[in-house]
């Protein structure tokens, strides 16, 4: 069974610039997440999505961010204009219906310069 | 909310040693404390967990331990090897009804010496 994907796995952009990044769950996964970790600090949760429908988007930053989830497979995360602060890993997690465990891709690593 | 501390940030052993990573919590709800190892390339993968209504939990080489009363929890691997260099995560959650998306805390870089 394939795990979640992630593309890119890396991403070096300018200041203002737009970056999209993507995460396909593993099939069947009704649940998926993303979360940020910024060098050295904890991983922290962005959003959960269940389904097409976003759950939980207390941890999204601003409004720069825009996350969708369309026809409840893939799901795209929009940073846009990117800032310096928005550098780090992004990582996405899916998991079966209900509150199982969470598998997690291998992460996009986004610099902005 | 929860808040997850993590110690510590670093962790350097000879091959054969026991490694110890400690984590604390701050909301009493919490009652699911997952662990994460993330090897190099790689997402966080789950290699243990521990609820509230146990005190301890062992899988081959690695244990985890839970003090309810001081809000803390560890992470033991006895008798380490160089594959088990990663960086680990702890992680604490509540229950469904309240926030059931974990908190992490900052991780332990572990690293194995042949």
């Known amino acids: 069974e394939a795990g979640v994907t992630q593309f890119p796995s890396h991403s070096v952009i300018e200041k203002g610039q737009t970056v999209t990044l993507r995460c396909d769950p593993i099939?069947?996964?009704?649940?998926l997440y993303w979360y940020r970790r910024v060098m050295g600090k904890e991983i922290k949760f962005l959003l959960h999505?269940?389904?097409?429908?976003?759950?939980?988007e207390s941890g999204m930053p601003n409004n720069r961010f825009l996350a969708e989830r369309t026809g409840g497979t893939y799901s795209t995360l929009k940073v846009q204009p990117a800032e310096l602060e928005d550098s780090g890993v992004y990582f996405c997690?899916?998991?079966?219906?209900?509150?199982?465990?969470?598998?997690f891709g291998p992460g996009t690593r986004l610099t902005v310069t | 909310g929860e808040n997850v501390e993590q110690h510590p940030s670093t962790l350097s052993v000879q091959e054969g040693d026991s490694a110890v990573i400690k984590c604390t919590y701050s909301?009493?709800?919490?009652?699911?404390f997952p662990w994460y190892k993330q090897e190099l390339g790689k997402g966080p993968q789950l290699i243990i967990d521990?609820?509230?209504?146990?005190g301890e939990k062992k899988d081959q080489r690695i244990a985890v331990t839970l003090n309810k009363t001081a809000k803390h929890f560890s992470l033991h691997i006895t008798e380490t090897q160089p594959e088990d260099s990663a960086v680990y995560f702890c992680?604490?959650?509540?229950?469904?009804?309240?926030?059931?998306?974990?908190?992490f805390g900052r991780g332990t870089s572990l690293i194995v010496h042949p």
């Open positions: 997690a899916s998991s079966p219906a209900g509150f199982g465990e969470q598998y």
């Open positions: 099939s069947g996964h009704d649940n």
């Open positions: 999505f269940v389904k097409e429908s976003k759950q939980d």
């Open positions: 909301d009493s709800a919490s009652n699911y």
């Open positions: 521990i609820r509230s209504n146990v």
């Open positions: 992680a604490a959650r509540s229950p469904p009804g309240g926030s059931y998306i974990p908190t």
